[in-house]
């Protein structure tokens, strides 16, 4: 198995024009936990072993304001620092003690085309369980390109993730025995287009699923099971636009795994995924995967 300097994709940050307003429905609908406040920002948990899984901070607008990831050791910490600097990121904050309450050690960049990225190591953890329709931890963060083979490309030569599957319009990249951990979508802007949270299995997206229609949110896509991956997926969008997904069922792979591209990836007329019994993606949810940009960009 390939050894990858970085392990785990670990949390997001969203900027939220309504910060009450998020948390609330983060919490009471979504499934997460709050499990810090610290100046300001709000550090929700997922059941999982991971501290947390999505910080929220009041913003004059929805938008990412970082992807956090976990690095294996100090070493391959300092060496992706080195990589990230050469490879012409911004610093923003240089190795040193992490701010936050998961602790570790940490450096924070911003890549080439605007997404900040944090890379963590040595931060804390948690007793995890498994709880039935609550999310484990975040499955994946999708993120909109103008450019996806230079994205990609930075990804995999200086991050250290390999390429898994290419369709026509993303790219699929890993960083564990995850099938992905980024996806990376063609778009005519980079910006977020959504996060996915790890569901425990099919029967839990759909009662979290039901949870959340409940709650006045409808279905933006899905459920359905996609092509790359093969994993069950819902969408959608939260009070301030922005787009999730619940998952679960990711395909697992090792080096052994053969990458496909374009032309294998390739749907019936009308067919958007495995099953096809989905409704076509909302409206609402095709202007939402647009529209959330990076801060500071």
């Known amino acids: 198995m390939t050894e990858f300097p970085v392990i785990a994709l670990r949390s997001v940050e969203l900027g939220t024009p309504d910060l009450a307003s998020s948390v609330d429905f983060y919490t ?21 072993a991971d501290f947390h899984v999505l910080e929220l901070k009041q913003s004059n607008r929805s938008e990412l304001r970082k992807i956090s990831f976990r690095v294996g050791s100090a ?15 911004a610093v923003l904050r240089d190795i040193g003690p992490a701010d936050g309450p998961a602790g570790g050690e940490r450096f924070v960049i911003r890549e080439p085309q ?8 040595g931060d804390r953890r948690k ?9 484990e931890r975040l ?20 991050l250290g993730f390999r390429l898994t599957d290419r369709s026509r319009l993303m790219a699929f990249l890993r960083c564990n025995d995850d099938h992905h951990a980024v996806v990376l979508a063609e778009a005519p802007v980079n910006g977020l287009n959504h996060v996915a949270f790890l569901m425990p299995d099919l029967e839990s997206v759909m009662r979290a ?22 994993n069950v997926f819902a969408y959608f969008v939260d009070p301030q636009g922005v787009v999730i ?12 795994y053969r990458a496909r ?37």
């Open 28 to 48: 009471r609908v979504w499934g997460l936990d709050v499990v810090a406040e610290v100046e300001g920002k709000v550090f929700l948990a997922a059941t999982g």
């Open 75 to 89: 070493e391959a910490l300092a060496s992706l620092f080195a990589r990230t600097v050469t490879a012409g990121c």
């Open 114 to 121: 605007g997404a900040v990225l944090e890379f963590a190591h």
């Open 127 to 135: 007793h995890g369980r498994v709880v039935p329709s609550r999310p």
């Open 139 to 158: 499955a994946h963060v999708n993120i909109n390109s103008a450019d996806i083979e230079a994205l990609s490309d930075f990804y995999r030569n200086v």
């Open 209 to 230: 699923s039901g949870r959340v229609v409940d709650h006045g949110y409808p279905i933006g896509w899905g459920v359905g099971r996609h092509g790359p991956g093969d």
């Open 245 to 256: 997904e619940y998952t679960a069922e990711v395909l697992r792979v090792d080096d052994s």
């Open 261 to 297: 591209g374009p032309e294998e990836w390739v749907w019936p007329p009308g067919r958007t995924d495995h099953w096809g019994i989905a409704p076509p993606k909302s409206d609402a949810c095709k202007k939402a995967q647009i529209s959330i940009g990076f801060s500071g960009a």
